[in-house]
């Protein structure tokens, strides 16, 4: 049966919604921004507290512009308005969607030109780590028919959502428990034999149970002694005695991802899986204690490689050992040589170490932290040292 | 237990993908492009068969290339590289990802400089019902550099996925028929008094256990004979006597969506909710009745339009009467005044008449149909005539 985790309160209150929007605006200010337009869900649902899954229809654009002053205004279809009503979002405009000679472009242009100058410069989703969600014909349009420039706000936005709140971090955190329990209680209800897909549907099903509101993110993949990827799968492929069975889910719970991966052996396996295990259980240690505030993202990098490549990695195709989580199954800052982002407070992180250690034979672990002021605090049940058995 | 379905085969076909491709190209090289270039996941998906969930991280780009004349180009990530060298795409080049100062431009702009050029235009995913997925300030950065010109390759986009293949109208087809199947078992599965957000669990759990691979679209919402919204939701509002049930479901196989809805009387529910949902069930075969090759988008429209309006409707915040679906929840056409696309064999449609008959009272009805040459047929199980009843 599932454990008892505390179920934390869905959705955040006015005054955090207050808090968020006013640190943005000091963001924005110090930046350079009158505004900032957001477009993409989790941008969307950070500063309004909106909640759909009807992003998955393509068809219409939604806006919530953060001014510099003031509350957020929602410049949204009709089709969203009793939901936003809902919401701290007390200016709320809307027009008929969709239309396509028109569809937002001329309400979301009054709405910026409305608003007080300072800057000359609004902020939009333009860089690293995002995409605009409306046609980028609409978009020129917009701008170069608009009183301001329209520039890269990615940076600002990343600056703001990259530190969590307390709240934002309980949210993880209970996700990170339920997935935690799940993983744990797999062993007992898969068998040798089974398909990564079975396993796939019977961990998402138990995940759902547990109270999770969604799996958008469960990869899974079985191999002689590990795998030769991480992100792609379910196959069809049997799991085999000698495999190491890999699966990694980003589950959510209002709107909060957890992203963390676990590894098992089916049956016995080599050796040389037990020991490389064993050097990423220790790697995983490391990158742990390294993620202090005042670190930088590459001396988190620099504590796993270490022991990675002492202990043979031949190759790592992830491309990073680890990155930001939130209300996006990966966010910045990453784990990499460059990266040169400071680890402050309230971070939340992936800590993932992974190593190629002989041709297509990957193994990869995975664990998520939350940075307090004495260092990291696990937000997921440690991975058990020894592998897991399917049998 | 679960109806015994007839499962598709997952995938395509090496030659479906060399119809797709051929197909593509005649209607590029029709509207004077040299080639598409495609970020977006199903885009991606439609030309090459990669299938992944790791589109939740949107930290690194990923290009599909289809070239005027031969076979599709990847270039991808290397964490990709091992899926992608499972499909039938043979050309895939790869970059270490993320690598911010290029993540994959140059390569990108390379792979596009070495295509033959007879138009010197390159269409992209700019305009409707689609949302570019890469960084603009790179798109626009590839765009200035490139020696072809890059314009709004969405409506190509949309004529060459508007009309369905046979292998995609059979995955639709199940995954309708497994959601029709969870519906109708609904009933003896939720009671008066459980939450919405019960509900939507336990359908979920349900669809995953007949086979579905995901559920990323289930708003769910009751209201005392009808509802003010039908795209958000479920909330923790208990149903009660007197409500109309209202469900949603995108749910997918293999990559293709199912996109219709079901009503349910939360015990005795008023007259007028009766009368509204029999004028509904009537509008429903009116638009079915409509959707014949030749026809418009619009003809459907006016079909279900006039039932509704004899009804008494006072309004309808969707803006339109239903659309096409396939590999995305909503696609292209919408069944509206003024959208005035040709309905044409294969095409996979939905028929949804809603109608708001008293204020924040709406109901709305929805089924999905293939158009073959004598009409349409029906992929759904037909919605009951009478309310099914929860107790």
Excluded at 315 to 333: A, D, F, I, K, S
Excluded at 339 to 364: C, F, H, Q, R, S
Aim: aromatic share 6%; net charge negative.
């Amino acid at each position: 049966m599932p454990t008892e985790l505390k179920i934390p309160k869905r959705g955040f209150t006015p005054a955090e919604f207050e808090r968020r929007t006013q640190r943005a605006q000091a963001i924005m200010d110090a930046r350079g921004f009158d505004a900032l337009l957001l477009t993409a869900p989790p941008n969307v649902r950070y500063f309004s507290g909106f909640d759909s899954q009807f992003w998955e229809s393509p068809t219409r654009p939604w806006f919530i512009v953060v001014p510099r002053e003031g509350a957020p205004i929602a410049v949204i279809p009709e089709i969203g308005a009793p939901e936003m009503a809902l919401t701290w979002i007390k200016d709320i405009r809307t027009w008929p969607a969709p239309r396509p000679e028109d569809d937002g472009l001329s309400l979301l242009a009054s709405t910026i030109g409305g608003l007080k100058r300072k800057h000359g410069r609004i902020g939009a989703e333009l860089g690293r780590e995002m995409a605009l969600r409306m046609p980028v014909v609409d978009f020129l349009k917009l701008r170069d028919g608009l009183g301001s420039t329209i520039e890269d706000g990615s940076p600002a936005i990343w600056e703001i959502r990259m530190v969590k709140t307390l709240a934002e971090i309980d949210h993880i955190h209970y996700i990170c428990q339920l997935a935690s329990d799940a993983y744990e209680a797999l062993p007992s209800q898969i068998a040798i034999g089974e398909s990564e897909r079975e396993v796939v549907r019977k961990l998402r099903i138990d995940i759902a149970r547990r109270g999770a509101d969604a799996t958008p993110f469960m990869p899974a993949i079985a191999g002689p002694g590990g795998v030769a990827q991480i992100v792609c799968g379910p196959h069809d492929r049997k799991i085999a005695e000698g495999d190491i069975l890999f699966i990694d889910t980003g589950s959510t719970f209002d709107g909060y991802f957890c992203d963390f991966d676990r590894n098992y052996a089916v049956g016995k396996v080599s050796d040389d899986a037990h020991r490389v295990h064993e050097a990423l259980w220790q790697a995983t240690e490391a990158g742990i204690a390294a993620a202090v505030p005042g670190a930088k993202t590459d001396d988190v990098w620099r504590a796993m490689a270490k022991i990675i490549e002492e202990a043979g990695a031949i190759g790592n195709n992830v491309g990073r050992l680890g990155h930001g989580l939130g209300m996006q199954l990966t966010e910045p800052p990453s784990h990499r040589l460059g990266d040169g982002t400071v680890i402050v407070e309230n971070m939340v992180l992936t800590i993932e170490p992974g190593m190629e250690y002989a041709p297509g034979k990957m193994i990869v672990h995975e664990e998520n932290i939350a940075v307090t002021k004495d260092g990291a605090r696990l937000l997921t049940k440690r991975a058990p040292r020894q592998l897991p058995v399917i049998r």
